[in-house]
C-alpha cells in the first residue's frame, strides 16, 4: 500500500535510492531521486504483513512487496536502518531481523546495493547531531525535500531520511572520487 507525495517529479533521475525503515508488522519505504533540480520523494508508503500468519508467511509478504517497489522504481541503491535493541525488547529485535533479512534477500536478488545506518548515524549526517529530536529530524526532511508537511506515518518519514542519507553519501562519494 503506498501513496504519491505532491512534489514528484516526472523529469528523468540522475540517481534513485529506496530507504527502509524495516518492521515486521509495518515497513515504511521512501523512493527519492536526485535530479538536476534537486532530491524529490518520488513515492513513500507502508509494507504491511498480515497478522494471523505464520512468520514465514509474513516474512514472505514482506519480501514479495518489497520486490514489487523495487521493480517499480529500479533503485540505483537501497538503505536500511540497522537493527538495534534494548534488552528489555529482544523479542521485537529478533522479528525485526526477520523483516531485515526478508527485505535484504529481496535487494540482493535483484542486485541492489545495500546499505545499512544506525539511527544515530542517520540523525547525524541529517542534522549534524546523533541526538536528534523527531522534531528536528522531521524539520530537516521536509526542508531537504521541498515538503509541505511531514510525510506520515512516521515509518516514511524515517524511510525519507535513511533513503537522503544514502543520497548524500553517494554525492560525497563522487565529490572525493
Known amino acids: 500500500m503506498s501513496f504519491v507525495l505532491g512534489n514528484t517529479f516526472a523529469g528523468p533521475a540522475v540517481s534513485v535510492s529506496l530507504g527502509i525503515d524495516p518492521g515486521l508488522n509495518r515497513t515504511g519505504y521512501a523512493v527519492i531521486v536526485r ?19 505464520s512468520l514465514a508467511e509474513r516474512v514472505k509478504e514482506l519480501g514479495s512487496e518489497l520486490r514489487n517497489v523495487i521493480e ?31 527485505l535484504l534477500y529481496a535487494a540482493a536478488d535483484a542486485g541492489i546495493p545495500v546499505v545499512n545506518y544506525t539511527p544515530t ?28 508537511a511531514v510525510p506520515e506515518p512516521n ?15 553517494r554525492q560525497v562519494d563522487l565529490a572525493t572520487a
Do not use: W, Y
Open 121 to 148: 548515524q542517520v540523525k547525524r549526517l541529517l542534522t549534524g547531531s546523533g541526538r536528534a529530536s523527531k522534531e528536528q529530524m522531521q524539520l530537516a526532511i521536509t526542508r531537504e525535500l521541498g515538503l509541505s
Open 72 to 102: 517499480e522504481f529500479r533503485p540505483d541503491g537501497m538503505a536500511v536502518e540497522q537493527l538495534f535493541s534494548h534488552s528489555a525488547h529482544v523479542k521485537t529485535a529478533i522479528l525485526m531481523a526477520h523483516a531485515r533479512g526478508a
Open 155 to 169: 515509518d516514511v518519514a524515517d524511510a525519507c531520511a535513511i533513503a537522503l542519507c544514502q543520497l548524500h553519501s
Open 35 to 53: 535530479t538536476a533540480r534537486g532530491l524529490r520523494l518520488k513515492e513513500g508508503g507502508v509494507l504491511r504483513s498480515t497478522k494471523g500468519l
